[in-house]
């Protein structure tokens, strides 16, 4: 199958056994290169009609004990790798604040606005702490082990921290195929991979997001950030957008090469550079899961979705990524040569609401979510044996940091709920958090019973884990539409 457009062909072929799409130069662009990427079936796809039909028991889940595995942190002395941290990329924050203000009002709607500023913002930490969580944290539950119980991130956490919405499709990062591209997916994705296209011509390698900011955002710089201390940083400041211009005075003038260049119609030019400033979001600081540095393609189709209003659950992938990144640190022998990537900043916030480990000061102290928690040289400083102490101790640790309105006797999921109280009924739910980044399928346990305390619950002694098959697609589905489902008539007695 093929399909032209005005600058390139997209053609799906297969080679030794594998389906790849090919963006192949216009016959009058001699000196083109084709571009060639692997396609892989959407999760969807592979499943059956009936796959998460069913009532959501899992009786298996406590028929075999748990198998705990024995290595933990080996290399003590190592530099702890920190793959995925959110850190200062030229024009991004420029890019950012161009795309807060054209497109405040569709952000808003779409509950990704809070989620956007707080990229606008660097997250500072005590390394210290960090390899003390690894020491401290069990793969097999998900769980941070203090002397006074266990601890965790949850859902909630990272919706509150993001106000990402919690319903929506399964985060299933693919590359699609010509066929899906042409009748699926909007126009605005299209654009995305010609634009991808043209800067992989005369590279060898994937392009960076560098590479990809500058291509799509040609405003002026004016922040920079560096990691030597004696050198000045200008960081964006928080009240920064009330100082900026209406959107009212943005034009397309400085873009309009660049939307002649794609073919990009005028009435798409808002949406493929919403996608575009999407993509590079996803790839930097939502979901920095693998190719660390580099725009990944199989965004595509998924930051498109998102700019024309289709909803993703981006909060239970964040948190597998960041079960997944802690669970490959925990587990290695040698930390120090590598680790997982994950957006460990989420884990910088979570680590300064509940251990106390920030100096809030100002205005900070007041502003949404995480970017309460932002800032350089704000993070508390800890000594290897002071670090490992507040953790496993537990001392100090904010045990009802996810209770919400004490006023109410119950809350039942009657279709009507706010979206904060959804959030906390999904997060009270035990099941599996999935995404997808291509070949990789990611599905971890989650279960809030084993820290419920922080629900303002009483916690149990926690039945035990049985998690011996890989996952698969079907499975991934299932659990995600278990997890989420909506208007389920269960109620829930909230702690008085």
Not at 1 to 14: E, G, S
Not at 27 to 44: C, F, S
Not at 195 to 206: I, N, V
Not at 269 to 297: K, N, Y
Request: hydrophobic residues 35%; proline residues 6%; charged residues 20%.
């Amino acid at each position: 199958m093929h399909a032209l457009f005005k600058m390139v062909t997209f053609v799906d072929k297969i080679t030794s056994g594998r389906r790849y799409l090919h963006i192949q130069p216009n016959e009058n662009d001699a000196d083109g290169e084709e571009t060639k990427l692997p396609v892989r079936n959407p999760i969807t796809s592979l499943c059956k009609p009936d796959c998460v039909r069913g009532p959501p028991s899992l009786p298996w889940w406590s028929k075999e004990i748990l198998k705990i595995g024995e290595t933990f942190l080996l290399s003590t002395h190592a530099k702890l790798p920190l793959h995925g941290e959110f850190s200062y990329k030229p024009l991004y924050w420029e890019w950012l604040e161009d795309i807060l203000v054209r497109c405040k009002d569709k952000l808003t709607t779409l509950h990704l606005f809070d989620a956007l500023y707080a990229s606008l913002f660097l997250y500072d930490r005590c390394s210290n702490l960090i390899r003390a969580v690894c020491e401290y944290w069990c793969p097999e539950t998900n769980t941070l082990h203090t002397s006074k119980g266990e601890v965790s991130l949850s859902i909630f956490d990272i919706y509150s921290f993001l106000g990402l919405p919690i319903s929506g499709r399964l985060y299933d990062e693919v590359v699609p195929t010509q066929r899906e591209l042409a009748s699926k997916l909007p126009l605005s994705c299209t654009y995305l991979f010609i634009a991808y296209h043209k800067l992989m011509q005369g590279r060898k390698g994937k392009p960076t997001i560098e590479q990809w900011i500058s291509f799509w955002f040609w405003g002026c710089s004016k922040y920079h950030a560096s990691k030597k201390p004696d050198q000045d940083n200008r960081i964006p400041q928080l009240g920064i957008l009330s100082l900026l211009p209406d959107a009212g005075t943005r034009g397309w003038s400085d873009y309009q090469a660049i939307f002649d260049e794609l073919g990009v119609a005028t009435g798409q030019r808002t949406e493929t550079f919403l996608a575009a400033f999407l993509s590079c979001c996803l790839c930097i600081f939502i979901l920095p899961v693998r190719d660390a540095g580099c725009i990944r393609p199989s965004t595509f189709s998924i930051a498109s979705l998102m700019a024309s209003g289709v909803g993703y659950c981006l909060p239970t992938a964040v948190l597998a990524s960041i079960y997944k990144g802690l669970n490959e640190l925990s587990r290695s022998s040698h930390p120090g040569r590598g680790g997982g990537h994950f957006p460990i900043h989420f884990l910088y916030a979570w680590l300064a609401k509940n251990f106390d480990a920030y100096e809030l000061i100002g205005e900070a102290s007041s502003s949404p979510g995480m970017v309460k928690f932002s800032g350089l040289g704000r993070a508390k400083s800890f000594q290897p044996e002071e670090a490992r102490e507040l953790i496993g101790s537990g001392r100090g640790f904010r045990w009802h940091s996810s209770v919400i309105n004490r006023h109410r006797e119950t809350l039942v999921d009657d279709g009507k709920l706010s979206r904060a109280d959804f959030a906390y009924f999904v997060s009270i739910r035990s099941s599996f958090v999935t995404y997808r980044c291509e070949d990789n399928l990611s599905m971890e346990h989650y279960c809030p019973d084993r820290f419920s305390r922080q629900f303002d619950f009483y916690q149990d002694v926690p039945a035990d884990l049985d998690f011996d098959n890989l996952p698969d697609p079907e499975a991934m589905l299932r659990y995600h539409h278990m997890l989420t489902r909506y208007g389920t008539g269960s109620q829930v007695l909230l702690p008085g």
